[in-house]
């Protein structure tokens, strides 16, 4: 999500990753006409950027990426350039001394081939195939991720929006030219070719700015808001936009607009393209490939108009308060309007991708610490976030979760935010400390590893957590457990438990009968791993967890038999692991394996005297060839642990 990178001085060492600078100025407007030969791939243009010196200057720098400067005019005098860094990505801009507080404007003329960020799978900047050409505003691997500097001169940094935008395409009249903002003129010029004007009348980061040219068909969508809503495709795609558009984008539009607050913009807008998609700001761009009932991805790209577009990380530090945010309005779209497993189904998907691939690395600063160069690490900062948002509305519930999302948005509306920010507004409409929730889950890294035990008392039970992650790597973390006790005569009751940040913690839950079960997050609505449980004495019967895979063995002390129950929240993976035969690997109190075995043809339901909930299977082997002592077990699945346990033999 890009923006124009002008700065001070002659900072000829500015590396390309910069993020936002005290660049001496704040861009007020651009007025840029770009002449569009698709045939041949090439544009020539002019830019005018209107700005407030907020320094004295006698140089900026000036983001445009692989195109020709022809001349620069700040003002009326001609400015000269001199290089600034060695890819080409930005000049030097040279002209006479301006003083702190002037308005002042720099024209450029420029030509040449636009390209796109290259790489093995080039994303960002232009792309053009034999119908269409079109701009989109994000890298995914280029040293920048702003991607405007490929079609026009600019800051190309989210930090400064432009408080408006004048586009002007010239074109052959066989092409459309599509734009963000209001089209307030098309008209006819020489030479078979019109010019297409689009006017941006609220503030813009310049990522967000875009265009498209081919030979599209318009369809203008009615909707309840009465917004203007303009779709475009080539002819053979029109059907399939107007059924989605129709049929669910509209839903979600009202959906959104009444969850986050009134539409932010002037349209809405889509252009269908052959890669995306983009939430170029009232232009989205939708991929080809998702116009169908079973993709959110235009309703994804639709979210990011409040978040991302109407409220824009201040740098790219802080993608994740744009991705993670539409990425979980997907949830929302579908709790509202598929119902609530659908939502749970899509929030487990991306708990269980933060667990497997998004905790390496911290939210905060995720595109700068990728190795190698990932702008946007999909789990980390999309699914990690949906995540994150999920468990903080489940902590603080709907109506102070979404009022402090609606407060969040009023405070920066039409500007810029950090993660600080998010917290802070979080913090003052809830009036609630939540430092320690976005140091363990925006700042930090990991997640907590846990063996359970519990133990029934006259007046409800204790629980006891033990966090088993790596200290010397990973951070002890503070979590607000949802826990539902249960008993065989179908009775439950729900309470919440704050698991502290140390290893050991536990917690104790009267309860209005004593439970013969307790199942840890229900809902399975925290990112966590439960490694392992030791049953409480009093504990005859079972300990069920919502867990990611668990394996428990029963009983504790044995002198024959021994069973294992291995739980999954996810009923398709219980299936898969029913279907193959377990490994099971025993060690002695010195480490050494001792024992071999394989399981197979588990039960469900009550096996002998361990009771299986709906997610658990139950395996057995016999001990009796074990002397007494103390084991330790793992059991595995093709080669891959599923959990591990201990148990005692007694002879």
């Known amino acids: 999500m890009p923006k124009i990178l002008v700065i001070i001085g002659l900072l000829a060492a500015l590396s390309s990753t910069a993020i936002c600078q005290d660049k001496g100025y704040d861009v007020l407007s651009y007025d840029v006409t770009v002449s569009l030969d698709r045939q041949n791939n090439t544009i020539k243009g002019v830019a005018e950027m209107s700005a407030k010196s907020t320094a004295a200057l006698t140089s900026i720098l000036q983001h445009l990426k692989s195109l020709t400067i022809d001349s620069v005019f700040v003002g009326s005098a001609r400015a000269s350039l001199s290089v600034a860094d060695s890819t080409g990505e930005y000049q030097v801009i040279n002209f006479s001394p301006i003083s702190s507080g002037s308005i002042f404007q720099v024209r450029t003329y420029y030509h040449g081939t636009p390209t796109n960020e290259g790489g093995a799978n080039p994303w960002g900047g232009i792309s053009n195939d034999s119908k269409m050409m079109f701009a989109m505003g994000v890298g995914f691997s280029a040293p920048y991720i702003s991607c405007t500097r490929h079609w026009m001169p600019c800051y190309d940094q989210p930090d400064d929006k432009a408080d408006s935008v004048s586009l002007t395409f010239i074109a052959p009249d066989s092409d459309v030219v599509v734009s963000n903002g209001i089209r307030v003129s098309d008209l006819p010029i020489a030479d078979h070719r019109h010019a297409m004007s689009w006017k941006i009348t609220h503030p813009i980061a310049s990522y967000l700015l875009t265009f498209a040219c081919g030979p599209f068909v318009e369809q203008n969508i009615t909707n309840p808001l009465q917004i203007p809503f303009q779709c475009f495709s080539y002819q053979s795609d029109s059907t399939r936009l107007s059924v989605d558009m129709y049929n669910r984008v509209v839903e979600a539009l009202v959906y959104f607009d009444s969850l986050y607050g009134a539409y932010p913009f002037e349209k809405v807008g889509y252009v269908v393209a052959p890669i995306g998609s983009m939430e170029h700001q009232t232009m989205i761009t939708?991929?080809?490939?998702?116009?169908?009932?079973?993709?959110?991805?235009?309703?994804?790209?639709?979210?990011?108009?409040?978040?991302?577009?109407?409220?824009?990380?201040?740098?790219?530090?802080?993608?994740?308060?744009?991705?993670?945010?539409?990425?979980?309005?997907?949830?929302?779209?579908?709790?509202?309007?598929?119902?609530n497993v659908a939502y749970w189904t899509r929030q487990h998907q991306n708990i269980s991708a933060a667990i497997s691939s998004?905790?390496?690395?911290?939210?905060?600063?995720?595109?700068?610490?990728?190795?190698?160069?990932?702008?946007?690490?999909?789990?980390?900062?999309?699914?990690?976030?949906?995540?994150?948002?999920?468990?903080?509305?489940?902590?603080?519930?709907?109506?102070?979760?979404f009022k402090a999302i609606r407060d969040y948005g009023k405070a920066h509306a039409y500007s810029t935010a950090t993660s600080a920010d998010l917290q802070k507004s979080f913090e003052t409409s809830t009036g609630q400390d939540l430092a320690w929730f976005f140091k363990e889950w925006v700042y930090g890294i990991w997640y907590p590893q846990i063996k359970l035990s519990w133990s029934k008392r006259q007046s409800g039970y204790q629980i006891f957590f033990n966090q088993t992650q790596d200290l010397s790597k990973y951070q002890l973390f503070r979590v607000p457990f949802v826990v539902e006790a249960r008993s065989k005569a179908g009775q439950k009751e729900r309470a919440t438990v704050w698991m502290d940040s140390v290893e050991q913690s536990s917690a104790s839950v009267n309860c209005s009968f004593v439970p013969d079960t307790i199942v840890l997050d229900p809902d399975g609505a925290v990112i966590k791993k439960i490694v392992g449980a030791v049953l409480g004495a009093n504990n005859k019967n079972t300990f069920s967890g919502k867990t990611e895979n668990s394996v428990i063995f029963y009983p504790n002390m044995t002198d024959q038999s021994v069973s294992v129950m291995v739980s999954s929240p996810q009923e398709n993976s219980l299936e898969l692991i029913s279907k193959q035969p377990l490994e099971l690997l025993v060690f002695g109190s010195n480490g050494k394996k001792v024992f071999s075995s394989t399981l197979s043809n588990p039960k469900k339901g009550v096996y002998g005297s361990i009771e299986a909930n709906e997610s658990a299977l139950v395996y057995a082997f016999t001990a009796s060839s074990l002397s007494s002592g103390t084991y330790f077990a793992k059991v595995l699945l093709n080669n891959l642990p599923l959990g591990e346990g201990q148990f005692i033999v007694t002879k």
């Open 358 to 401: 998004g905790s390496k690395i911290p939210m905060y600063g995720a595109p700068f610490l990728t190795s190698p160069r990932n702008n946007y690490p999909y789990p980390v900062i999309y699914q990690k976030g949906a995540a994150v948002l999920g468990m903080l509305r489940y902590y603080l519930g709907d109506q102070s979760y």
């Open 286 to 339: 939708l991929v080809n490939s998702a116009m169908d009932t079973n993709s959110t991805t235009a309703q994804h790209e639709l979210s990011h108009m409040w978040w991302g577009d109407w409220v824009t990380c201040k740098d790219f530090n802080d993608p994740w308060l744009n991705e993670g945010f539409a990425m979980y309005s997907e949830s929302l779209f579908l709790e509202r309007f598929i119902g």
